[in-house]
């Protein structure tokens, strides 16, 4: 087995990405990456090496069992709890799984954080990568956390 970087199968993609991330490639206006649970979930700690961030899976479980239903779908569940029990009650039991206070964002947050993203997209609850950034001074990204606060931050 070859350690050489050009072997790699995802080599031209890894290229064409790298010249989109450092703009070398004029077809190209950047890289945007989107940060998933499973980013937060694998770097987080709260110095409890066997608890981990929930995912939707974990999420789904507990409004299964509030909600007493066998409905699996994690978007369905999370509109039904929000119907029977209201939208504040679904923010409330979402903060507290997810717990965000108890966990601290890793080395990895940062790293990924000083490359030279055009855009950070998360769907996550937490905010480990906002509060990564504070230890990240280039680039500078801007937190839109809101959905009105969009127009502002493509203008």
Known sequence: MSNDIL??????????LAGALWQEDSTFHGAAVMVGSGFSRSAASTGDVIKKLPLW?????????ELGTHTTDP???AEEYSAYFGKQALHELIKKEVNDAAWKPSELHESLLRLPWTDVLSTNWDTLLERASK???QPVYS????PEY?????A
């Open 75 to 77: 978007l369905r569940l």
């Open 143 to 146: 937190v839109v956390n809101r």
């Open 57 to 65: 899976n974990d999420l789904s479980k507990v409004l299964t069992e």
């Open 135 to 137: 230890n990240v001074h």
């Open 7 to 16: 072997s790699l199968p995802d080599y031209p993609a890894l290229k064409k």
């Open 150 to 154: 969009i127009g502002e931050w493509i």
